[in-house]
């Protein structure tokens, strides 16, 4: 059969020449370029996708004041307040400890132009080196080992670090738990934040010249304190935050060139 053979109808013959979809052919294009491109983009977001966790804020302050324990109830592994001190409230609730890499601690010093920073600008001219950030690093320290020490009833290591009556004060705070029988576990898991809060230089009747400066501690710990038997008396293996407001001294003109721990108390 030749192509004269073939007979189309007349209304098809005329429009076969003029009328092809390009409009079609042009949305198949269109919906093929943006199926590529869906698939490109969320193709690759398949199962569960990582998801960053923001650090809760610190709250304020200390080593004393478990959160979540009567008001009324016994803090174990806290360090006695000075003779005649208040001994101040717990605070409520707990704080979950992240198992990941421990933060920096955060340091919080008052600007030069308050009335705190003037008295540490004072302070700096009185004991020569002083500042408000070297302080702070040698209380963390000061923080780190006092708490263990304590727990243990290690009085060597606490003498270093206190006052003369800060160290009678903790002394016999851990004759009245040996006495008891009682065993005090510590561990510090962390430091949140170390804050100065106020300081003074004071003169005394020799005219001996005494700086003192006085900073709020956020730590986390598992402290409990067990009886005779092992049985807990006091405490959690939960991980708690505790707040405390730990007053340091420095005499001037003196050898020894540490800011000891002269009393405690929650904050």
């Known amino acids: 059969m030749s192509s004269n053979d073939i ?21 198949f294009v269109l919906a ?33 004041a478990q959160k979540g324990a009567a008001p009324d109830a016994a803090r174990p592994g806290v360090p006695p307040p000075l003779p005649g001190q208040a001994s101040g409230k717990p605070g ?24 705190v920073g003037t ?5 700096a001219a009185v004991f020569p080196g002083f500042s408000p950030s070297g302080f702070l690093k040698e209380a963390e320290g000061t923080f780190r080992q006092v708490v263990p020490a304590f727990a243990v009833g290690d009085r060597a290591a606490l003498e270093k670090l206190l006052t003369p009556a800060s160290m009678e004060a ?11 029988g009682e065993t005090q576990r510590s561990d510090l898991r962390g430091i949140e934040s170390l804050s100065i809060l ?24 598992v402290n409990i ?31 020894d060139a540490r800011w000891r721990l002269a009393a405690s108390r929650p904050a």
Not at 198 to 221: F, K, N, P, Y
């Open 32 to 64: 093929v370029a943006l199926g590529v491109r869906l698939y490109r983009v969320l193709g690759r977001r398949v199962g569960m996708q990582g998801v960053r966790q923001e650090r809760p804020g610190a709250g304020r302050f200390g080593l004393g």
């Open 92 to 115: 409520a609730g707990n704080a979950p400890f992240d198992t990941a890499a421990a933060p920096e601690v955060e340091y919080e010093i008052p600007a030069p132009a308050t009335r």
């Open 7 to 27: 007979h189309l109808p007349a209304g098809l013959m005329d429009h076969a020449g003029h009328y092809f979809p390009w409009d079609l052919v042009v949305l």
């Open 170 to 180: 903790f002394s016999a705070a851990i004759d009245a738990r040996v006495q008891a």
């Open 225 to 255: 304190l067990t009886d005779r038997q092992g049985e807990p008396l006091v405490g959690t293996e939960a991980v708690t935050e505790f707040h405390d407001l730990w007053l340091f001294e420095r005499v001037a003109g003196q050898s």
């Open 198 to 221: 106020d300081a003074m230089l004071v003169s005394g009747d020799d005219g001996m010249r005494t700086g003192r400066v006085e900073v709020q501690i956020v730590s986390r710990q």
């Open 119 to 123: 008295v540490l600008g004072e302070i």
